[in-house]
């Protein structure tokens, strides 16, 4: 099957600072995307989700940019911190493959004093 | 609202055995898949069930399956256990709509499997 991408394995950035998590996806019939965030000995937790019939969606200190076009999708963070360090997955699904979403391989995110 | 709740969280077994991990969805999400997370093949979707029915499965072994209560609690099995088993197994609940549109999945803290 098709396959979600990271284009970077690890990202440092300031505390404080912007951060942009990229992904590509190659399902073009992918209509649903989630990311998600993973510390180290839990599970993923839901951060935001994105339809295919928008481009940008907000969050808390989050927002989400999907590009059809390229399909790319990105995770910018506001203002990143500590607790923000974590592994940072995208995932897709197609509406008709039930619950199955696919994985990219996942973005370590290193937040910097 | 409880989130979705695997144990045990941690279980070591030997080669050969079989073993059973249980997850217990959010109240009222009547999905539940199950993945496989592993260092060197990340997150693989495993199968998911409905309604007692599973509608999908991955790319798995036979030795791999499910089932699902009718209070949509889920089990997964793993028959004659190999060392490349050992992984987190992670489970999530979705609230299904009419007309199964997709909604967000919320996974719980995983159950570590490690094979001996």
């Known amino acids: 099957g098709e396959s979600v991408g990271l284009h970077l394995p690890t990202l440092s950035v300031q505390e404080g600072d912007n951060s942009i998590i990229n992904c590509a996806y190659s399902n073009s019939a992918s209509d649903y995307f989630i990311w998600y965030k993973q510390e180290s000995g839990k599970g993923p937790q839901f951060i935001i989700d994105i339809r295919s019939n928008m481009d940008k969606r907000q969050g808390q200190r989050v927002t989400v940019l999907l590009n059809k076009t390229v399909k790319h999708l990105s995770l910018q963070i506001a203002a990143t911190q500590p607790g923000d360090s974590a592994v940072y997955f995208c995932?897709?699904?197609?509406?008709?493959?039930?619950?199955?979403?696919?994985f990219g391989s996942g973005t370590q995110l290193t937040v910097l004093p | 609202k409880a989130g979705v709740t695997q144990t045990p969280r941690y279980l070591i077994k030997t080669r050969g055995q079989q073993v059973t991990l249980s997850c217990s969805p959010i109240?009222?999400?009547?999905?539940v898949s199950w993945y496989q997370q592993t260092p060197g093949q990340g997150l693989q979707f495993l199968f998911e069930?409905?309604?007692?029915?599973?509608?999908n499965k991955g790319n798995f072994p036979g030795r791999f399956s499910g089932r699902q209560f009718s209070n949509s609690r889920s089990e997964m099995n793993v028959s004659t256990l190999e060392l490349g088993d050992s992984a987190l197994y992670l489970c999530a609940s979705s609230l299904v709509g009419t007309g199964y549109s997709t909604t967000e999945a919320f996974f719980g803290q995983g159950t570590r499997l490690t094979v001996v």
């Open positions: 069930y409905f309604s007692e029915t599973q509608r």
């Open positions: 995932a897709e699904n197609y509406s008709g493959s039930a619950r199955q979403l696919t």
């Open positions: 109240s009222g999400h009547r999905s």
